[in-house]
């Protein structure tokens, strides 16, 4: 029997990266094999193209444009995968590394094969250590099948917060001093050693193994024009159904968050996680996407978004995270150091009503000093989401100001953090 | 000139230099504790550090100059630089000898400050720490005049005066040490 | 003419304050004794202050760095 030959244009592959096969097999079968040109020259012209045309930024927190990271590197270095992840409300790199692993290794190697990196050293956290055998065991069966052209490897740098900034995860595959460095001059690239580093989250390389194979278009097809593809989103908090999903960027914060069926009427979303700002709800309708965000005060930083009921206080929990932010200091800097103990306790006096007068211009002045004045963005981070709780919860922030804290500032925290770290 | 004027130079610019030595590291103590007086800035307080020790070396160059130009003992010019040289008193002025050594050291890489690393600069520096008790044992350890009530008087309120500058840097630098690596702090009521 | 800017290495700065003391009109200090830089050029009169409060910095952690103005 004849089969007659369709004359209608393939159907475009649908971009996704949850729920494809996590092994081998499953990968090689569902994606094609690692299609590398033999040629290193042209091979880098090609991904640098794809990679324009995608438009992608990185999922990491920067958004900074893959294609532009890529030529700002020189060859001979290290790409290292950031799998730190060190938002406590975020889950989609152990998600990624444990479900999708050969997708992210996949991204690595189209990356290091491009800017003619010898190693790719996949950095997981300690104490993460089911994510960290997920990782190995991916790498033994590419090993064994003779996948992969770079040598793969996985490091355990230590857990805390600002280890996965990248200079500071630079800095300890280095120096084992997992500490932020004063980078002035951010054109000048990251070493490890003398040899050049290229760093980039998983969930980016996740990406790029998609549009190394497939180019551009099915990327190109989700999303919105200026900010294209999809991103994985952790949704915690007042939630009935906290994890990660994967939307088409654009899509508005409130149907995110209904995915994961709040327990009631939402007094506000945290965007960004800790190092991220409040929306309020005359902003819940924003598309999910770096210029919407920003033009609202908020950031697509990390793919994080966690609910706020209105059994809670906005102060009392900021007051938390402000505290959790302090605790994660470097360390290096005088006015982090300081500045952030002191402006989470300025913060606790509001979250319990023992205001003075001076309270408030305190903060507020603090905040201004600290912001910008350390060697990472941490400080920085930790300034924004103080004074969009201040903006966001501004209603109660007057109450708690006049010593009548809202009934809910001793309620449980709905937040995640880490067990290890005391937050009052 | 003669050799008794070298002689009263020789140990008269030795304890001025002595004293001005302790000044220099009493003001070299104190500038990295936040314990600066109140209408003195504190690069004011550093710069008076440097000529202050400038002025110690002018003293301690007439000092190993005449000396060495005294005839009636011999130390030569060789002894100034390697210790336990001279025919004359070899231990103790060997151990001034030491002390030049450390002085030349800190000295010179504090003149070459811009062209050296941060640490370099700072490990060299330390040397200072040794310098500042060796020229006081020379002090004493030679005796042409330690045996004056003066001297010993004088010698004394030195070593108080560094001791005081020591202890105040020492309780100083562990309060700031521990608040810049402090990573945990603390929590809310 | 190029504009020189004071930038402070915030890792480095141990709060000497040796910086403010020398160019009280640029560099202002925080209630940690930590310098604050408006990020406006240094005026020519105040340049070789400026320079002089670069070498005294105990710590190094002061540097000058000239930008030509971009188009």
Known sequence: MTRSVSHAPPRPQLHHLLGHPTDLAGHLA????????????????????????????????????????????????????????????????????????????????YLAAACRADRIIVCVPAGRDSVASAVLHAIGEREKAGHTRIVESVARPPHRFVAGEESALANWLDTERALPVFRPDKRIPLRIG???????????????????????????????????????????????????????????????????????????LLVGGYGGTWVGPEHFATPYGSIPLRTIGANAGVGIIAVLGTESCGVAESARIAHYLAGQSAGQCGPCVHGLPAIADDLTRLALGQVDHALMPRLLRRLGEVDGRGACRHPDGAVALVRSALAVFGADVARHERGQPCAHHRAPTVLRFPTEVYVP | MSSTTFWYITRASGIVALVLLTATMVLGLVTTTRTKARHWPGFAQQELHRRISMLAMVFLALHILTSVLDTYVHIGYLAIVIPFTSSYSRFWVGVGTVAVDLMAAVFISSLLRAHMKAGTWRGLHWLAYGCWPVALAHTFGMGTDAGEHWVIALGGACIIAVGAALTRRLRATGHRGAALLQTSHRTAP | MTAVHITIDPVGCAAYGYCAELLPEAISLDEWGYPIVDGRPVPAHLLALAKRAVRDCPKRALTLREHTPDS
């Open chain 1, 194 to 268: 003398r040899r050049p580093a290229l760093v980039h989250n998983t969930e980016t390389l996740a990406h790029i193994a998609l549009i190394a194979r497939n180019g551009a278009a099915p990327f190109l097809a989700r999303g919105l024009p200026e900010d294209p593809g999809t991103t994985l989103i952790t949704i915690g908090g007042a939630v009935t159904q906290p994890g990660v999903v994967e939307v088409d960027r654009g899509t508005p914060l409130s149907d995110i968050a209904a995915r994961s069926t709040p327990t009631g009427p939402v007094q506000a």
């Open chain 1, 30 to 109: 569902t994606h094609g094999p690692l299609s590398l040109a033999p040629n290193q020259a042209s091979w880098a012209a090609t991904l640098a193209a794809h990679l324009h045309a995608s438009g992608l930024a990185g999922r990491g927190g920067g958004g900074f444009p893959a294609a532009l990271k890529l030529t700002a590197t020189r060859p001979g270095g290290t790409l290292v995968v950031n799998g730190m992840e060190g938002e406590p409300a975020s889950d989609k790199d152990k998600l990624l590394l444990t479900r999708a692993p050969h997708l992210v290794l996949d991204g690595a190697q």
